[in-house]
């Protein structure tokens, strides 16, 4: 069985969708430090044709806490212009109307940590798109593992989770060794990303965007199949 183990990022790109679709389990790892100028709370989206970040306000935000620990700063002013910027730019996409729903149902939840909100971006985006991958997370599911170290704790809880197959982004091939891995009884692969091109209205292509971008653009069926353009190496 598949793993894959990553921290909760808001309407993440579709490179993380594709790893998500690469595995049978996915781990939210929302018990490590928060990073600053990350995913976590930040995305692009195109505003005037040109990349634009779009960043979740957050509550004394520090790289000392916990992601599950860090609180949201929303509030229904934010809220209404983030709304307003997806529309000023979005609404004459092909999947606006379904697009905007997904977003909207993914604030609406009684959301009050950037886990949460981030969480349930994904999981809401995975049921729109049929990604049945079985979702976790590491503070609720696998909370013995934080005392441990990275490598050891990412080979603890693939074998918890009965899983004998760990699936880590490419950017990980500089601190994880698939021998290590491999001795534990792991096998290591890394997932590299393709990330083809498609129509943003007559526009110059901006690639590697927020999932919204994407959901924007395609149907159902052409996201699917993007989620398969990649390779275990």
Known sequence: ???????????????????????????????VNFIKRGWINRNRILVNGCEHLITMPLKRASQNRLIKDIELAIDKVWLQQFYKTIEQNYKHAPYYEPTLKLIQSSFESSNM????????????????????????????DYPETIIMGKSERLIAIS???????????????????????????????????????????????????????????????????????????
Do not use: C, W
């Open 113 to 140: 940590t950037i886990s949460e909100l981030a969480m349930q971006s994904v999981k809401v985006i995975s049921e729109y798109i049929g990604i049945d991958t079985t979702f976790k997370q590491s503070s609720l």
């Open 1 to 31: 069985m598949k793993i894959a183990i990553m921290q909760p990022y808001i309407f993440p790109y579709l490179g993380y969708f594709q790893l998500i679709h690469a595995v049978d389990t996915f781990v939210f790892y929302d018990d």
């Open 159 to 233: 074998k918890l989770s009965g899983g004998d197959y760990y699936v880590n982004p490419s950017g990980g091939k500089q601190l994880y060794n698939k021998i290590d891995f491999k001795l534990k009884g792991v096998n290591l692969s890394f997932i590299e990303n393709e990330l083809l091109p498609y129509r943003q209205f007559d526009n110059t292509f901006v690639g590697a965007l927020s999932i919204i971008d994407v959901l924007m653009f395609n149907s159902k069926a052409e996201i699917n199949k993007q989620l398969t353009n990649y390779k275990l190496t």
